[in-house]
C-alpha cells in the first residue's frame, strides 16, 4: 500500500462510517445473496455481525500506518473464522462484495484510485488472514 493510498482509503471511510450500519448489513445482504452458501457460516444475528464488521474494518483504517499493531489480532480473527468454517476461497468473494458495498455507499465518490487503494488494503489483510488461517490447520 502506498501513503496515496492510505490517505484515499482514510477519507473515504469517514463517508462510509456516517451509515457503518447500513453499509454493513448491505455488505451481508450481498454476501448471502451472491454466496448463499456462506450463510450457514454465521450464527450470530445479522445485525451484530454487520456492527462488529464495520468496527474491525474502522479499526484497520485507523492502524494502516501500523499494521503490524494489529496483526496478532488479525491473526487471531483468521483462526476464529477457520473454527466457524471460513475458508479461503471465501477471503475473494467477501473482497468483491466489500467493494461493491463500498462502491454503493460512496455513490459518486467511488472510481478507480480509490477502488485500487482498497483492493490493496482487502489483498494485504486477507493475505494475512488466509495465512493465519493456514498455520492453524497445519
Sequence with gaps: MTERQIVL?????TYVVINAQEAGELFYSRLFHVAPAVKSLFKH??????????????????KLNKLDDIMNEVKLLAQRHGRYG?????????????????????????????MEAWTAVYLTLSSAMIKGQLEVAA
Design 9 to 13: 482509503v482514510r477519507n473515504s471511510w
Design 45 to 62: 444475528d445479522q445485525k451484530e455481525q454487520a456492527r462488529k464488521l464495520m468496527n474491525m474494518v474502522t479499526l484497520i483504517v485507523t
Design 86 to 114: 471460513a475458508k479461503p476461497e471465501h477471503y475473494q468473494v467477501v473482497g468483491e462484495c466489500l467493494l461493491w458495498t463500498l462502491e454503493q455507499g460512496l455513490g459518486e465518490q467511488w472510481n478507480e484510485e480509490l
